[in-house]
């Protein structure tokens, strides 16, 4: 099984919580340990059988994820819902992505996905390029590394894209 990595570097990661304005638990309690496990538990799910929605089975636990905030735009909004109807195994692309929320702003749907502070939960990944290529992933990062992130992903998924 191939090694996934969410993060280039330790780094990264305190990089992408203060982005994003993540909250990380110093002290915690049952019911937090409770619910790191949970997630912990979905996302090994997803990744030994990439069959897993995970947005979907979150609502099933005590994780609580405030969408609302971090997608403020009707447009946004749009962008994400038509993003979550989206299948593991399934792909689109970002001009399609638009088309299905009755919009040609194809480009400002990349920019909303690049902003997506929950790229494994709501699957950006599953969006390509109309060439087929994989293009970019997760924002300002390394871009080997995010290309390489998305396309282990896609495979976990049962698709191969070369590039």
């Known amino acids: 099984m191939r090694e996934i990595t969410f993060f280039e570097a330790e780094s990264d990661i305190l990089k992408y919580i203060n982005e994003f304005n993540l909250i990380v638990a110093k002290n915690k309690k049952d019911k937090e340990q409770s619910i790191l496990i949970q997630l912990q538990n979905l996302i090994n799910e997803y990744l030994s059988n990439g069959k897993t929605e995970l947005l979907k089975k979150l609502k099933d636990t005590d994780v609580l994820l405030d969408l609302k905030n971090k997608f403020k735009s009707d447009f946004s909004e ?16 970002y001009s399609e992505l638009a088309e299905k929320i009755n919009s040609k702003a194809y480009r400002a749907v990349g920019g909303v996905l690049k902003n997506n502070p929950l790229p494994l939960i709501i699957p950006c990944h599953r969006v390509i390029k109309k060439d087929g290529k994989i293009g970019g992933f997760m924002g300002k990062m390394n871009k080997e590394w995010q290309i390489q992130l998305k396309r282990s992903l896609l495979e976990i998924e049962g698709n191969v894209i070369s590039d």
Request: hydrophobic content about 45%; charged content about 20%; aromatic content about 0%.
């Open 78 to 93: 749009k962008v994400l819902h038509a993003l979550i109807n989206i299948k593991p195994g399934e792909l689109t692309t």
